[in-house]
């Protein structure tokens, strides 16, 4: 059962690549009419059928910052009823807004994935993210209020009040993070909380884990474990829907997804406010179209690694040139580095020139200082320098 938009959700492929055709028709027609940047590069482009996708020009995170804030804005601001700024390529400003239809559609989205999660208008839903650098948020607590759910979207300040948010309102699902899930996994081993004390069933995460940490949670929570999928630029939740099978089926009827080049490109066919053509994500991917048990008929998304360099610190976009431009302005400009991000900082060791090495050990420090100090006041960075000698080629 557990399938809100039976219509849209387990549509027969061949009427769902109909409406498909019909919706992407229709958003050219807009783009044409509303787009100075579309306009010029569809011209008098026509599509007979889906395939014919492959003419139609792409757009990438560079074109998103080229066109900000509102160059990619298909309404005029007075039809727009919210925005929310993001970090975009290179960590660059982003900007998308949203019509209210645009809103209630998203709602309706997330609302697919909570409803195949097993909620109903009985649970109460805490949503947890982080607000303000996770702008998914809104999307699950509309998506909540769809279903109508109870919905907290209080964002508590601290490990405690969080765990007395879960003692006393009782919340049925938790929306979070995976380090804000882990956080809570290991405080209620380390006070020995027993977890069916809480009433949770259910924890959505922000994003896709591994198995085995999917396994932890689940045992360590004693919950349901369920993942978003989504792509930061375009709905970070509602993307996909995540159905009993694990399987992350795409949401086609709203979005037209097709993989170049091994990189997942984007077709909103229904936004509003920001339509975007031919996306590139720049998120690896493969898709699937088969029968899968639950039912649904989305493709089947398989994200893979990102191929811009982009890594996730505490739920922030970091970009590896960011780093590479940091570095630039110390003393260990132009040498090799490699990164690991830990839970609350990032780690960066940098391959030293043997000059570099020859100084003395209270000169080292000093440079992980200076350098310390550059990513503190460049990107209100924590880091943990670490000075290496070179590593072997490859
Ligand atoms: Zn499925």
Not at 128 to 133: I, P, R, T
Not at 220 to 240: K, M, P, T, W
Not at 261 to 276: I, M
Not at 341 to 367: G, K, N, P, Q, Y
Request: proline share 5%; charged share 25%.
């Amino acid at each position: 059962m557990k399938v809100l938009d039976r219509r849209y959700e387990m549509m027969p492929r061949d009427e769902l690549e109909q409406l498909q055709l019909e919706r992407l028709q229709a958003l050219l027609a807009r783009l044409k009419r509303n787009v100075r940047r579309y306009r010029e590069l569809l011209g008098d482009t026509r599509i007979e059928s889906l395939a014919d996708i492959a003419r139609l020009p792409c757009t990438t995170p560079e074109n998103l910052a080229e066109a900000f804030p509102y160059g990619m804005f298909a309404l005029p601001l007075r039809e727009v009823v919210r925005l929310h700024p993001a970090l975009g390529f290179r960590g660059t400003p982003l900007v998308t807004g949203y019509t209210r239809t645009d809103l209630a559609q998203w709602g309706r989205l997330v609302a697919r994935q909570l409803v195949a999660s097993g909620v109903t208008a009985n649970d109460v839903v805490q949503v947890c993210l982080g607000s303000g650098v996770y702008r998914g948020a809104s999307g699950y607590v509309m998506g909540a209020e769809t279903v109508e759910a109870s919905v907290i979207a209080e964002e508590p300040f601290h490990i405690d009040s969080q765990l007395a948010m879960l003692q006393s309102y009782r919340p049925t699902m938790l929306v979070t993070t995976p380090d804000n899930a882990r956080e809570l996994m290991k405080t209620l081993q380390h006070r020995r909380i027993d977890p069916p004390s809480l009433h949770l069933r259910t924890v959505l995460l922000s994003r896709p884990v591994s198995r085995e940490t999917r396994q932890a949670l689940e045992a360590g929570l004693l919950v349901a474990v369920r993942c978003n999928c989504g792509v930061d630029e375009i709905l970070d939740s509602g993307f996909c829907v995540e159905c009993d099978a694990g399987h992350f089926h795409v949401n086609e009827d709203q979005f037209l997804v097709e993989v170049q080049d091994g990189e997942l490109g984007v077709t909103t066919l229904l936004r509003e406010a920001v339509p975007l053509l031919r996306y590139r994500t720049r998120i690896a991917a493969t898709l699937r179209r088969e029968k899968c048990p639950c039912g649904r008929t989305g493709a089947i998304l398989e994200p893979g690694p990102r191929l811009d360099g982009r890594l996730r610190v505490r739920e922030s976009p970091l970009y590896e040139c960011q780093i590479a431009e940091v570095l630039a302005q110390t003393r260990a400009a132009g040498h090799r580095f490699h990164v690991e991000v830990a839970e609350r900082h990032v780690i960066i060791a940098i391959e030293m020139s043997s000059a570099l090495f020859s100084d003395v050990m209270w000169m080292l420090t000093d440079l992980q200082n200076e350098i310390q100090n550059e990513f503190k006041t460049r990107l209100g960075l924590d880091t943990d320098i670490r000075l290496i000698t070179p590593r072997d080629a490859g």
